[in-house]
């Protein structure tokens, strides 16, 4: 680095945590011993209403750090935003609380901030904990609005490359144009705000760079483990949705929002394992009985006859045993049937499904609530935009990378892309997957 110590600009970090005492002190340590002017650095804890007392923690071993305190959880974007907005550097990071930064992790992304006027965003390489391997670098989405880690994806170790988003978790962003736009949608909560805002500054004449030198070591997914697969799935699914409805242009978004919605019920029968054969119409020529028909006087099947084995059966075992012992015995026989009745309806007419599978219809129904307010952000975001989707579809890298990665969906998914021309989109511009 040539820059003189006096010429680095103020950074401010800004570290959400909820509940994780555990993480704060490597990650605020790894912080104070940085290669950065101290007194151009602020460091800013944003709390989500911890009830493990890393508030006071922070304020015992880290008097310096500026603590904001939510009296509950707020999800990630907005409390980021929280922090931005409160901050006072001419540039503002964002960190992940299980995480401990390399010595160079800010003048990396500061150095690759400033090599252009148009970065607005830099992001930097998350290892694993120990180093031994990389937990996120170069992201990409596929065309329904998926964010991926792709293996394969990084450039040479000193190399800056552009990429759609940079992971929210390790990021550098100039205050004023982070501000200006909004900062993350606070309505996603946690997941794909990242991707967003990297797709919206795109559009709207920015660039955001992956600077690989820059290094962060994670401990783990702190957000995910105290949410239930259901709830990460709403988010997952709710969240592409609001990216894609909010970014394509008119006619892309033509293209992509019904093959999006037809792979999402694909998916939550996937997820479901729902098996559709219980739910068509027997065929003329099949075995068994016949279907129920509304208005069958079907008890009348089970109406004793005086020929009837069974009934000549039950009369002889009165005789035997006495009138009351049968009726015992008939009470015990129509309790068996009854209960055996009920099973068979309620097989025939309920469907057990995991809360993950339901997860896909209740993020489609969000974005059905959210429709007026979702309608005027495209609105907002398509007149001030300054690049086409054609400049931007390259950055997916990975457009049709399938999720799940089954092989009978991909073949759902490939045959969708052709139907509404969505392999057109991206031809020669993008890996297939």
Not at 62 to 90: H, S, Y
Request: hydrophobic share 40%.
């Amino acid at each position: 680095m040539t820059t003189a110590e006096t010429d680095w600009p103020r950074v401010s970090v800004v570290v959400l945590n909820m509940d994780g005492k555990r993480h704060l002190g490597p990650c605020f340590q790894s912080l104070m011993e940085m290669d950065y002017p101290a007194d151009q650095l602020e460091v800013i804890l944003v709390d989500n209403g911890s009830r493990d007392r890393s508030v006071r923690y922070v304020q015992q071993e880290f008097p310096q750090v500026r603590i904001i305190q939510n009296e509950r959880n707020e999800g990630f974007a907005g409390p980021n935003n929280q922090g931005a907005a409160a901050a006072t550097g001419e540039y503002v990071a964002f960190l992940n609380n299980d995480m401990r930064v390399h010595p160079h992790w800010l003048r990396e992304l500061v150095a690759a901030m400033r090599s252009a006027p148009d970065v607005a965003i830099v992001g930097g390489k998350i290892l694993t904990w120990d180093g031994d391997a990389v937990d996120f670098g170069i992201g990409s989405i596929n065309f329904y609005g998926m964010g991926f880690q792709p293996p394969d994806a990084s450039p040479p170790p000193d190399q800056h490359a552009e990429v759609l988003f940079a992971c929210g978790g390790s990021m550098l962003v100039r205050r004023q144009i982070f501000l200006e736009v909004g900062g993350f949608d606070p309505d996603y909560f946690a997941y794909f705000e990242d991707v967003d805002l990297g797709w919206r500054l795109w559009l709207l004449g920015y660039r955001v760079l992956y600077a690989p030198r820059s290094l962060t070591y994670h401990r783990g997914h702190g957000t995910s483990s105290r949410m239930t697969t259901a709830q990460v799935g709403v988010l997952y699914e709710r969240n592409a949705l609001y990216s894609i409805i909010k970014n394509y242009d008119e006619d892309h978004l033509q293209r992509v929002l019904p093959a999006a919605l037809l792979l999402l019920v694909r998916r939550a029968l996937i997820f479901g394992r729902v098996d559709k054969r219980t739910f068509r119409m027997p065929r003329s020529d099949s075995s068994g009985p016949p279907p129920f028909q509304a208005g069958q006087s079907w008890m009348k099947d089970f109406a004793p006859q005086h020929d009837d084995p069974l009934y000549r059966r039950w009369l002889s075992f009165a005789e035997e045993y006495g009138v009351w012992s049968a009726i015992k015995a008939s009470i015990h026989v129509v309790l068996l049937w009854g209960y055996r009745l009920v099973g068979q309806l309620l097989r025939s007419q309920t469907l057990l499904m995991q809360r993950h599978a339901v997860s896909h219809l209740v993020a489609a129904d969000d974005v059905v609530d959210s429709m007026p307010s979702l309608m005027d952000k495209r609105a907002l975001v398509q007149a001030q935009r300054k690049r086409s989707d054609a400049e931007i579809l390259p950055l997916f890298r990975t457009p049709f990378h399938p999720h799940p990665p089954y092989e009978e969906y991909a073949a759902v998914q490939s045959m969708l892309s052709r139907i509404y021309g969505i392999d057109e989109m991206f031809a020669g511009s993008a890996q297939s997957s």
